[in-house]
T-cell receptor
Framework: SAVISQKPSRDICQRGTSLTIQCQVDSQVTMMFWYRQQPGQSLTLIAT?????????ESGFVIDKFPISRPNLTFSTLTVSNMSPEDSSIYLC????????????FGPGTRLTVT | EDKVVQSPLSLVVHEGDTVTLNCSYEVTNFRSLLWYKQEKKAPTFLFMLTSSGIEKKSGRLSSILDKKELFSILNITATQTGDSAVYLC???????????FGQGTRLTINP
């Protein structure tokens, strides 16, 4: 399985500011995903990060709030913009392979607290 | 709307007990079902199931899928305190690896 790292592992941010989370994979992967896990909740997919094109966002998530970059096959960033306390969550990136049935692996996560 | 439901939401047992966690799903285009263990932040991959009736096994953990009845179970035998975690079930319903997660089962193993 791929080795995935995320930075930062945690942060405390003030309302109205933005934070960029980085996700690095040790091998080239086709698919990268960003998930959010709000306190006490399960994981919700934010978007699929596509290399060479714009990210594909799920219902309820918009590019202005969660801009995503995918400059190459091993790296992606998620920015949480104009933060409010409701954005306090764990943000996770995951990677999958191409083909029909592929396991999906998660990075260590970023715990974000907005005050 | 795709839906994944896990039960029970919480379970407390004694070390050495056997537990069965349930996951049912309603999705438009089932491709695979995945089980994860989440102890702190990152979910750790356990199993991926694609075919009915074929048991996947890893040590004391095993899982099986029933595509006719739309559910899966995760069994843990001879539980240990290290098995305490939230167990997540997820379904790939669109073939694009976009996972839909259940609420999770919080398992607590008491010594």
């Amino acid at each position: 399985s791929a080795v995935i790292s995320q930075k930062p592992s945690r942060d405390i941010c003030q309302r109205g500011t933005s934070l960029t989370i980085q996700c690095q994979v040790d091998s080239q992967v086709t698919m990268m995903f960003w998930y959010r896990q709000q306190p006490g909740q399960s994981l919700t997919l934010i978007a699929t990060a596509n290399q060479g094109s714009e990210a594909t966002y799920e219902s309820g998530f918009v590019i202005d709030k969660f801009p995503i970059s995918r400059p190459n096959l091993t790296f992606s960033t998620l920015t949480v913009s104009n933060m409010s306390p409701e954005d306090s969550s764990i943000y996770l990136c995951s990677v999958g392979g191409g083909g029909s049935f592929y396991e999906q692996y998660f990075g260590p996560g970023t715990r974000l607290t907005v005050t | 709307e795709d839906k994944v439901v896990q039960s029970p939401l919480s379970l407390v047992v004694h070390e050495g007990d056997t537990v069965t966690l349930n996951c049912s799903y309603e999705v438009t285009n089932f491709r695979s079902l995945l089980w994860y263990k989440q102890e702190k932040k990152a979910p750790t991959f356990l199993f991926m199931l694609t075919s009915s009736g074929i048991e996947k096994k890893s040590g004391r953990l095993s899982s099986i899928l029933d595509k006719k009845e739309l559910f899966s179970i995760l069994n843990i035998t001879a539980t240990q305190t290290g098995d305490s975690a939230v167990y997540l079930c997820a379904v790939d319903s669109q073939g694009a690896q976009k996972l839909v997660f259940g609420q999770g089962t919080r398992l607590t193993i008491n010594p």
